[in-house]
């Protein structure tokens, strides 16, 4: 067993370290307070091989491993999880599934320009009414021959108005329920494509969030992602590995706030001595430190399992239960010992516990992890 991370390792963490302390801590209050997208960010990470980390390098990806992505993801989301949820779309949901499950001619066409960040991708499966139970799909998708007619409504879709390229789950054979949607590559471009409104939001508020409209949208069969029939599967395996980008997003937001309330309490004086000499506060970080730890583990377990081509659905679930619970705990902690300074823009904690709540909602709710890790320990 090895607990070592490689020098390789450690050189990328320092890299996504440096790179969110000069790029992205810069007017993050900024953007955050106005709902700004990092576009300038992006581009850079794009330039530093952060948009497309784990695909091959003959389709313009980085090719790192899935190690390497999470200690990436962990250091931008501990300052930036606005800027960190565009990352992890763009990798483990758009350039993973078009690598996994694409063709040859699909990865020319839309893999390489999304991994080198020339363009960025969304992924849309959740509607309305179809969030958790996402094999109730309304939008269809009805076969016409040599192409789809899409029709329908996708909600909350990260990159809604910043993407160019889109990854949309729609019905084509009801009778067949789950085994009648299909994925299709939908272009922004394609005549009846409409981005909806904006969401204003709790926390990641740099990010972009929209409702999608597709009317009468002609998409060519070349376009199906899969087997006829494989949409749903995809959207779950996908799901799979997006949710240890989303667990690592989580684990940046816990120890970054530990970091924050660490140094905090070595600074602040209240009775006389540095309030991390008193008891009630050295324990609260005790407990935190100890919880990112744990989270940390889980999550370096699974990236470490999908490098190996082992099964990681449930340690993926696993770590994102856990490292999304703990983010959003430890944060409110570090909150709390700030003291009202916790309270305030200036000194980060608050947004923090606001990015935190996400993760405990986006690529499945908490309870949905609940339920795929109780469903692995029924069938065991
Ligand atoms: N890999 C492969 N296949 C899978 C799978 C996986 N991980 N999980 C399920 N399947 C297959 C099942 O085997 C089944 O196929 P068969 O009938 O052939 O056996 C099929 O999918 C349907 O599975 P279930 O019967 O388990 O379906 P269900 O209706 O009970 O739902 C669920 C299962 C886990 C709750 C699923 O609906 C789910 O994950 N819901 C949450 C949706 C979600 O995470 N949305 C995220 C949207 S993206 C996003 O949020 C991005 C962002 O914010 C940044
Ligand atoms: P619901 O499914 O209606 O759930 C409501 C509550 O009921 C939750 O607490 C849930 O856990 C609980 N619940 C539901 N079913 C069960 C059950 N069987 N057992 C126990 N409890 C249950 N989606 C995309 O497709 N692409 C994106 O890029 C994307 N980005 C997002 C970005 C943001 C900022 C947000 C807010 C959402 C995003 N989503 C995206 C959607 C997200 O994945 C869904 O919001 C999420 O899956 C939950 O679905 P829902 O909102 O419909 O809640």
């Given amino acids: ?28 209050i900024e953007r955050d307070t106005h709902e700004k997208f990092p576009a300038e960010q992006i581009k850079k990470m794009g330039e530093l091989g952060f948009l497309g980390m784990m695909v091959d390098p003959k389709y313009n ?34 350039c993973w599934g078009l690598e996994k499950f694409g063709t040859e001619e699909q990865k020319e066409k839309y893999l390489k320009p999304l991994a080198s960040g020339e363009v960025i991708g969304a992924f849309c499966l959740s509607e309305p009414e179809a969030g958790s139970d996402a094999t109730s799909q309304r939008t269809t998708a009805v076969d016409k021959g040599d192409h789809y007619v899409l029709n329908g409504t996708k909600n909350w879709i990260t990159n809604g108005n910043s993407a160019s390229i889109y990854l949309v789950m729609a019905q084509t054979d009801v009778e067949k329920g789950h085994k009648g ?45 899969g087997e006829e029939g494989f949409g749903f599967k995809f959207a779950m395996k996908v799901l799979s590995g997006g949710r240890i980008g989303i667990a690592a997003q989580a684990l940046g937001i816990a120890s970054g706030s530990l970091e924050l309330a660490t140094k905090y309490a070595k600074e602040r004086v209240a009775f006389g001595k540095p309030i991390i000499e008193h008891q009630g506060v050295a324990f609260k970080l005790a407990e935190m430190a100890t919880k990112v730890e744990a989270a940390r583990h889980l999550v370096l377990k699974a990236a470490w399992l999908k490098d190996q081509g082992q099964p990681f659905d449930k340690e993926s679930a696993m770590a994102k239960l856990f490292a999304s619970e703990t983010a959003m705990w430890a944060s409110v902690e570090a909150v709390q010992i700030h003291g009202g300074y916790g309270y305030v823009k200036e000194y980060h904690v608050e947004r923090l516990m606001r990015d935190a709540k996400i993760t405990q909602i986006y690529e499945g709710t908490s309870e949905i992890q609940k339920i795929v890790i109780s469903r692995f320990l029924a069938n065991e």
């Fill in 1 to 28: 067993m090895h607990f070592e991370l490689s020098e390789e390792h450690k050189m990328i963490r320092d890299t996504a370290r440096d790179f969110a302390q000069t790029e992205l801590l810069p007017g993050v």
């Fill in 61 to 94: 990806g980085a090719g790192m491993d899935t190690v390497s992505y999470v200690l990436a993801m962990e250091e931008l989301s501990k300052i930036d999880a606005s800027a960190s949820v565009v990352m992890s779309v763009n990798n483990s949901l758009v």
């Fill in 181 to 225: 949607i299909n994925c299709l590559i939908v272009e922004r471009e394609m005549e009846g494509f409409q981005v909806g409104k904006k969401e204003e939001k709790l926390g990641i508020r740099g990010s972009d969030t929209h409702s999608l409209m597709f009317t009468d949208v002609k998409v060519p069969k070349e376009n199906r992602l």
